[in-house]
């Protein structure tokens, strides 16, 4: 099916089960749906005929015996999370279904996020059905992280969380010696029928409010994240005998008199992947892909796997790394530091310059790391073509290329967005905002890793079902975000063809390539970012779109990921033939590690966004340059050029004129002078005023 008829059949199914949803109850037959959508002829109400079918098979809505179509009435209880915006009123979340709606003063006691049930108390032919809330069955969380305000005795705590709309009331002997303007950690306690508030109590005061310790800190406990390690698995991990018998040398093939060497950030201390290099002959190159082998010292069920499974992945903050093992694992015993024998799972493959694969094998190794390269020494021998194990990297550089070459042909998309790290001072306060470059050092490991991951993927799935690993997976985007990028992208002149999947990926590629270097780069890639679904982890399914793999998984991080991990414990097993292997829990640890890894995420970006606020509070009045990068009914985003911070534009404080938001064109313009603004436009802003605790940045337009 051609991306344009799913597009359009999508865009009917919408419009049958709102026709539908609107006569709630009421029955209809194709031939009046086509004549309400204004079908007549033979083969378009064929088409309506077909999408009916498919609608009932999954389930969207039912048919009658005689052809008649209609959708349920919702009646009775439900259950669901439901979400509350900024004025109390709730919409409980269904799949496949609509809404239900549920005034302010029924969502008592629910907050949103949370597992409610709810009663079904109206419907009606072209209203959503509405609701109350009977009870909540299970809370988003239990613990807040926010700011306390205490007056005559008693406080309020002002929740981090901007999805909820209320405060939360302190009793005054629960303040648990908390000041005002102090960041606390509050716990849920109860909600008075009498009250507007729920009550909590304080059980971990962080810090006064601004504190670098006290935002970072208050970040992880906003996002549900860990800090400290349990005393149990801190004695666990410290009781680990890392001494390396020669009976385990025996069982594993060993790599320790053959060129190894890390390449990582300068500041790592945690080296989980090493690369050795042997030149068979003049056409063939053995390259070996070492991994720590995580799982020798992390068995199954002990307690620090148990709290690994719990954070699923470590944490990368701007000023700290809140990691998902202990560091007497994670930057020592499986660290793979140079001149030290250390255990790994290995992919080692002969490629010849092109990068072809001539032979591979799997399994564990003993190595012993030569050298540790920071990216910026590996760039430096390879551009000038001199130093330690020059030759070796550009030959390995050579190859990467050509893997990343064959890539591209093969349908990945060459994805280049702009990152930002902070300079910090010794308090940690941010004195300088810099702009990741990201070389061919960086992009030769990337290559390797996308290549281990990819074959150990393939491994698997070829040759070991039914059995099965964590795959990474990344589905095709929706059509209507597509259509919706291609849109944006139109208006800045760059054509993206959405005919279907391939021709989408070929003309974003030459997007990328021909905004390369100009101020639309920063703009436009996000955005095409945007378009994309979320890859995840699944047992289920295999392939990912962005890379253009039919076979993909995470292999080559299992210190900081626990699907690396958990990949590592179900290959060896694989390879050494110990069948069965008992994977009852796979899909749901899969779920699990999505999860975690997008709060994680968002805590990483939490952070910058603090840093950013905090930067900028040292620049109140000065003047920058930007570009806009986002605009909706209420602000201009605009991003700034030398720094990359991103900042808000207030509509309701630009003055020079009334501005309406224009949502069809994404833009905003004035009644009067007609100046308009529009995503990509070049501005000139002062920065007007800062929050750090609220992590806000308030620009004003220079005219």
């Not at 015993?333 to 310059?353: G, M, Y």
């Not at 390369?516 to 703009?523: A, C, L, N, Q, V």
Request: with cysteine; aromatic share 10%; net charge positive.
């Amino acid at each position: 099916m051609s991306l344009e008829k799913k597009l359009k059949n999508d865009w009917l199914e919408s419009q049958i089960f709102q026709i539908l949803n609107e006569n709630t109850g009421a029955k209809m037959n194709y031939k009046q749906l086509s004549s309400r959508l204004g079908f007549y002829n033979k083969d378009e109400r064929k088409t309506i005929n077909l999408i009916l079918n498919s609608m009932v098979n999954n389930k969207k809505i039912i048919e009658q015996p005689l052809g008649s179509f209609y959708v349920e009435k919702k009646t009775g209880k439900t259950e669901g999370v439901i979400e509350i915006n900024k004025r109390g009123a709730g919409f409980l979340i269904l799949e496949n279904e609509n809404d239900i709606h549920i005034s302010p003063s029924l969502t008592y006691p629910a907050l949103s996020g949370d597992t409610v049930l709810v009663e079904i108390i109206k419907t009606g032919r072209k209203t959503k059905p509405e609701g109350k809330v009977l009870k909540v069955i299970k809370r988003k969380k239990e613990l807040f992280s926010g700011i306390v305000q205490v007056s005559n005795g008693f406080g309020f705590f002002v929740p981090d969380d901007a999805s909820l709309n209320t405060d939360f009331f302190i009793p005054k002997n629960k303040l648990k010696g908390a000041k005002n303007n102090d960041r606390a950690v509050a716990k849920l306690i109860n909600w008075p029928q009498t009250s507007n508030n729920p009550y909590v109590e304080i059980v971990k005061i962080l810090g006064k409010s601004g504190e670098n310790n006290a935002e970072i800190n208050a970040i992880l406990y906003e996002y549900g994240l860990k800090t400290d390690f349990p005393e149990s698995v801190i004695a666990e991990s410290q009781n680990i005998n890392e001494t390396i018998t020669e009976t385990e040398i025996k069982k594993r093939n060993d790599f320790r008199n053959k060129l190894t060497f890390t390449i990582d950030p300068e500041d790592a201390k945690d080296f989980d992947d090493a690369i050795s290099f042997v030149k068979l002959n003049d056409k063939i190159f053995e390259i070996g892909i070492h991994i720590a082998d995580v799982s020798h010292f992390v068995t199954e069920n002990s307690e620090l796997d148990k709290e690994a499974l719990s954070r699923a992945t470590s944490v990368y903050l701007v000023d700290r790394v809140v990691p998902m093992l202990p560091e007497n694992l994670s930057n020592n015993i499986c660290s793979l530091r140079p001149d030290v024998d250390r255990l790994c799972f290995s992919a080692v493959f002969e490629l010849d310059i092109k990068g072809k694969i001539h032979k591979e094998w799997f399994g564990k190794t003993v190595i012993h790391s030569n050298k540790r390269f920071s990216y910026e020494e590996a760039q430096n021998n390879i551009e000038k073509n001199e130093g330690l194990y020059a030759q070796e990297l550009i030959i390995l550089n050579k190859i990467a290329k050509n893997l990343k070459n064959e890539r591209l042909r093969q349908g990945a998309i060459s994805f280049e967005t702009e990152e930002i790290k902070f300079l910090l001072d010794k308090n940690a306060k941010p004195v300088k905002v810099l702009k990741k470059v990201r070389k061919d050092a960086h992009k030769l490991i990337e290559e390797f890793m996308l290549l281990a991951n990819k074959r150990v993927a393939t491994t698997v799935n070829k040759n070991y079902k039914p059995y099965t690993i964590p795959y990474r997976l990344h589905e095709p985007p929706i059509p209507s975000k597509m259509q919706e990028f291609a849109d944006v992208a139109s208006r800045f002149g760059y054509k993206i063809n959405t005919t279907n999947e391939d021709e989408y990926i070929k003309s974003i590629n030459e997007m990328i390539e021909a905004t390369d270097g100009t101020k639309f780069s920063g703009i436009l890639q996000p955005l095409a970012i945007k378009s994309m679904e979320k890859a995840f982890y699944t047992s289920q399914k295999t392939g990912h779109f962005g890379l253009g793999f039919d076979y993909y998984a995470h292999f080559t991080s299992p210190i900081r990921r626990y699907p690396d991990l958990l990949t590592h414990r179900y290959f060896i097993l694989m390879i050494e033939q110990k069948f069965p292997i008992h994977q009852e829990n796979i899909e749901q640890t899969c779920n699990w590690c999505s999860k975690r890894e997008q709060l994680a995420v968002d805590a990483e970006r939490t952070s910058v966004k603090f840093k950013q606020t905090e930067y900028l509070s040292n620049y109140i009045g000065d003047e920058f340059e930007g570009i806009i990068s986002g605009i909706t009914s209420w602000g201009i985003f605009v991003e700034l050029v030398e720094n990359k911070c991103e900042g808000m534009v207030r509509i309701k404080d630009m003055k020079d004129d009334i501005y309406e938001f224009y949502e069809k064109g994404k833009f905003v313009m004035g009644r009067r002078k007609k100046i308009k603004y529009s995503i990509g436009d070049n501005v000139s802003i002062k920065v007007k005023k800062t929050n750090i605790t609220k992590r806000t940045i308030d620009f004003e337009l220079v005219f």
